[in-house]
């Protein structure tokens, strides 16, 4: 899968002593961000390099358990300006899980402020744009994940896996696979995680910390936005779910609380297209997730300035929630009634 000419321009830019290097993955990040995140900050300072692993915001709670997630660095919460500062130095800059700068917000300021760095791109999204020096990018992989478990691979060798980078690669595969139950999934993938298990990860405890570890007010808001704000669009095989932020301070909500909920409709006999609209004080969180033909990256792109995968994707709207719902029901009527489906 590793294209070898861009291995070797890798090797090259880390060669030649210590860099510093700074590893980034994009706002809200998930198991996949963390985890491939983790596991590639781990393997390049075993290899001599001053690495800091930055994340926009905070990640999800029920990740806190992870071995090295002291490591993670949130640059929301850089009062005195330390890790805008080793960006400014850097030599390096990898880019894991996203492929657009300017949508990392204050973090995306201060990587476009560095002029001299070289950007690596690290991903599986689609449409990467011509904004960085060397990419790795993958669409058809199930995770960023699973790409970093290959180059890790056939850049430094499977001896230098350990249980923390097992454990961070299982994460980000689990997370972005839905637990091996979407699509993307191949014999070469399982073999990639049978090599993980050797390392002596304990499954079973991963599986309750990712999926049971979650608030009673989770649980709730859950309940809440499944009973009362559910929609069905029974015409179209659609369903969507909207949470205004009074919803959300209700229930005490914390990043993460959220993860999942865009799948729900799914589970619904006919419904084909799922979407969930999360109000935040700047704009409306837009999540979509859809089965088979329906391509909610076009979805994304033609209705809210969003993408990512054909059947998951994500956008943003910067209208209230009932304009953002009834553009949302027309945008549903045209995607459907003239054929833009596959």
Not at 283 to 290: D, M, P, T
Request: some cysteine; proline content about 3%; charged content about 25%.
């Amino acid at each position: 899968m590793i294209d070898l000419r861009s291995l070797e321009q890798l090797k090259e830019m880390l060669n030649g002593g210590p860099k510093k290097i700074v590893v980034v993955t994009h706002t809200n990040p998930d198991g996949d961000a963390i985890g491939s995140s983790l596991a590639w900050r781990r393997i390049l300072e075993k290899q001599g390099h001053d690495v800091h692993c930055v994340v926009p915001n905070r990640y999800p709670y029920f990740l806190d358990w992870m071995a090295d997630i002291s490591k993670i660095e949130v640059f929301k919460e850089d009062a005195d300006g330390k890790i805008a500062e080793f960006i400014h130095e850097a030599d390096l800059i990898f880019c894991l899980d996203f492929n657009l700068i300017s949508r990392l917000e204050g973090l995306g300021a201060s990587i476009e402020a560095n002029k001299s760095a070289r950007r690596i791109l690290i991903d599986h999204h689609l449409d990467p744009p011509a904004e960085f020096d060397l990419v790795f990018s993958y669409p058809r992989e199930c995770s960023t994940s699973y790409i970093v478990y290959e180059l890790i691979s056939q850049y430094a060798g499977c001896e230098m896996f350990d249980y923390p980078i097992a454990e961070s690669l299982y994460v980000g595969i689990m997370t972005d696979t839905g637990n091996f139950s979407y699509s993307n999934l191949s014999a070469d993938l399982f073999r990639a995680v049978a090599r993980l298990v050797e390392q002596g990860i304990d499954i079973p405890f991963i599986n309750t910390a990712v999926y049971n570890g979650f608030s009673e007010s989770r649980v709730r808001l859950l309940g809440y936005a499944l009973n009362d704000n559910m929609t069905i669009l029974r015409d179209y095989g659609v369903g969507f779910i909207t949470l205004r932020e009074s919803e959300l301070r209700r229930y005490r909500f914390q990043q993460g609380d959220s993860e999942g909920f865009v799948n729900y409709p799914l589970s619904i006999k006919g419904i084909r297209m799922s979407a969930m609209f999360l109000e935040t004080k700047q704009f409306i969180r837009v999540s979509l997730r859809s089965r088979g033909e329906v391509d909610v990256n076009r979805f994304a792109r033609k209705y809210f300035g969003g993408g990512g995968h054909r059947n998951a994707a994500g956008g943003k709207s910067f209208v209230d929630m009932t304009a953002t719902v009834e553009h949302f029901r027309q945008a549903v009527r045209e995607f459907f009634e003239e054929g833009l489906v596959d």
